[in-house]
């Protein structure tokens, strides 16, 4: 069994950042791949960034977040993190970080999920 706990959402104002944590338990977390999607209200759930077990490659959904998200890990803390910086308002939705069984990194990304956390509350306000 696994347990993801993110943590770090809040309302911020356009332009402000948020870190998002992602504390994992249950599993060798240092030897699986990770993701942080989102859902915002009335959308379906997207691929936000995933990086593999190492941290040594990374892919961001390049169209809306890339050069303003940076995901990163501490496998010693098994936890994730997620930097968001001049955040949009469309950037709020509910963010999910995921455990990924599978992670290929095509254009775009290919990957299985096999665990979701609670999700965690953004609201960037304008």
């Known amino acids: 069994q696994v347990q993801l706990v993110e943590s770090g959402g809040g309302l911020v104002q356009a332009g402000g950042s948020l870190r998002l944590s992602c504390a994992a338990s249950?599993?060798?977390?240092?030897?699986?791949?990770m993701g942080w999607f989102r859902q915002a209200p009335g959308k379906e759930r997207e691929f936000v960034a995933a990086?593999?077990?190492?941290?040594?490659?990374?892919?961001y959904c390049e169209d809306s977040v890339k050069g303003r998200f940076t995901i990163s890990r501490d496998n010693a803390k098994n936890t994730m993190y997620l930097q968001m910086n001049s955040l949009k308002p469309e950037d709020t939705a509910v963010y999910y970080c995921?455990?990924?069984?599978?992670?290929?990194?095509?254009?775009?990304?290919?990957?299985?999920?096999?665990?979701w956390g609670q999700g965690t509350q953004v609201t960037v306000s304008s």
């Open positions: 249950g599993r060798t977390f240092s030897r699986t791949a």
């Open positions: 995921a455990v990924l069984g599978y992670l290929r990194f095509s254009r775009p990304p290919t990957y299985e999920v096999d665990y």
């Open positions: 990086i593999s077990w190492s941290g040594a490659s990374i892919a």
